[in-house]
C-alpha cells in the first residue's frame, strides 16, 4: 500500500501568489538595499513580510508601500499630496 500523499496541482492562483512574494535576498535586490537592511525593516516594522514554515517572504506590496513611503518621507514639508 502507497501511503505517500497524492501531489497537489499548483493553481494559477497559488502560481500567482508566489510570483508576488519574495525573499529578503530578492526584495533586498528589488530595493537596492542589503539584505541585512531587509532583515532589520522587517524586524521594525518597516517592512511587512510573513513567515510560512520557517522561511520569510515579502510581498510585492509590501516592498511597492515601503517605496512610497520612504519617497514620501523624503520630501519637503508640504510638498505631499
Known amino acids: 500500500m502507497d501511503n505517500t500523499e497524492p501531489q ?16 529578503p535576498e530578492e526584495a533586498a535586490h528589488r ?3 542589503s539584505r541585512t537592511m531587509v532583515y532589520k525593516l522587517m524586524s521594525s516594522g518597516e517592512l511587512r513580510s510573513l513567515t510560512i514554515g520557517r522561511r520569510r517572504f515579502i510581498t510585492h506590496e ?8 520612504r519617497e514620501r518621507a523624503s520630501l519637503p514639508p508640504g510638498s505631499q499630496s
Request: a positive charge; charged letters at 40%.
Open 8 to 23: 497537489r496541482n499548483e493553481t494559477n492562483a497559488d502560481r500567482s501568489l508566489i510570483d508576488d512574494m519574495f525573499n
Open 31 to 33: 530595493l537596492r538595499i
Open 62 to 69: 509590501a516592498i511597492e508601500r515601503f517605496k512610497r513611503m
